[in-house]
């Protein structure tokens, strides 16, 4: 981040873990990042690396049974965690908007599109309900959907999944938020509707300087969207970059892997992917050393033993051993 730039959120060795207090697991260890306004940050990494978690910690929205154990949230120098009930009711949906992977677990069934938008604007707007029917289908117009004003009367059953996160898309932004937050907007869809959507967020973004965070397990998605990424592995950021950067010189085993894994579909056709070897690793786990050292083709002994803190080498990041003897 240069100094001219505006930072709306800020992370600062954030720990988050589940569990009673007695048998707890860190799921997010000693996470940090700065997001500046108008730019998008992409979270990626495999499942259960701790991208979700990571984003309900920042609108204090944590499942039962997680618990952040440690660090600060920032928003725009205020730390979240510590806000009254009143001023976080502001900050969610009014500052900080999410869009959730399912948009079904978001919509309620039973009501109207068209009832759903209005309440929403009402809810944080003092506006007349004709004002806020009128900025729902302007909304709806900006989204993509065709005929807004007599599909304000349609159910969320009636609009295909791609029309659904459209309309979660209208949902986020109604109340002008500063941060939008996208949790894997796209994996329900089919890789066309993918691309519109990530396509619509990335303009609706630009066209009003919003910051965004990207969650992601498809670094192939972000490299048109992100001006920065940030790769998880086990609750840890292993590696951190400028967007260009990550994907011209990834210095971390794991997101050479992960970019070899990719399948470029403008390229010449792979004759074999080349998948990272293992899964990811249970929660926790291991207890020492680096947590890819188990799947890693470059783990040494003291990657086994000792987990590696971020190297930074500029404003790129890698939490990996092999950076401390290529110095
Ligand atoms: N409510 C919960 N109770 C206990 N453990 C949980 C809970 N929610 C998540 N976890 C654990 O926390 C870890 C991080 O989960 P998280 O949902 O953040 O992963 P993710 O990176 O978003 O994965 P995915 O790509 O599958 O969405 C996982 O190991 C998961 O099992
Ligand atoms: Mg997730």
């Not at 900050?91 to 959730?100: D, V």
């Not at 919003?210 to 992601?216: D, L």
Request: charged share 20%; glycine share 8%.
């Amino acid at each position: 981040m240069n100094a001219r730039e505006e930072c709306v959120l800020q992370i600062q060795n954030l720990q988050v873990s589940v569990g009673s207090a007695a048998a707890s697991t860190a799921v997010v260890r000693g996470l940090s990042y700065q997001l500046s306004k108008g730019k998008v940050l992409a979270v990626v990494g495999e499942s259960g690396c701790g991208k979700t978690i990571h984003a309900l910690s920042v609108l204090r929205i944590l499942p039962p049974g997680a618990h952040i154990t440690g660090g600060q949230i920032l928003y725009h120098g205020k730390d979240i965690l510590t806000l009254p009930a009143e001023e976080l009711r502001q900050l969610r949906g009014q500052k900080i908007a999410m869009i959730f992977q399912d948009p079904m677990t978001s919509l309620n069934p039973i009501r109207t599109i068209g009832k759903q938008l209005t309440e929403t604007i009402l809810a944080h707007k003092k506006c007349s309900k004709l004002r806020a029917q009128a900025t729902a289908i302007r909304l709806l117009k900006k989204v993509g959907i065709a005929d807004a004003r007599r599909r304000m009367k349609e159910y969320p059953f009636q609009f295909s999944g791609g029309q659904r996160q459209r309309i979660m898309i209208a949902m986020a932004l109604c109340l002008k938020p500063d941060i939008l937050i996208a949790d894997e907007p796209t994996t329900a869809l089919d890789v066309t509707i993918q691309a519109q959507i990530l396509k619509l967020i990335k303009q609706l973004q630009t066209q009003s300087n919003m910051a965004a965070v990207f969650i992601t397990h498809n670094l192939a998605l972000v490299a048109e969207v992100a001006d920065e990424v940030l790769v998880l592995y086990g609750g840890y950021c292993m590696e951190q970059a400028a967007a260009a950067e990550l994907f011209k010189h990834p210095l971390h085993p794991y997101t050479q892997g992960l970019l070899a894994s990719l399948v470029h579909l403008s390229g010449p056709k792979p004759t074999h992917l080349c998948a990272i070897e293992g899964y990811p690793p249970a929660p926790g786990m291991p207890k020492e050393g680096c947590p890819f050292a188990p799947r890693c083709p470059k783990a040494t002994d003291k990657c086994h033993a000792q987990l590696p803190p971020l190297f930074t080498e500029g404003a790129h990041a890698v939490r990996c051993w092999l950076r401390e003897e290529s110095k």
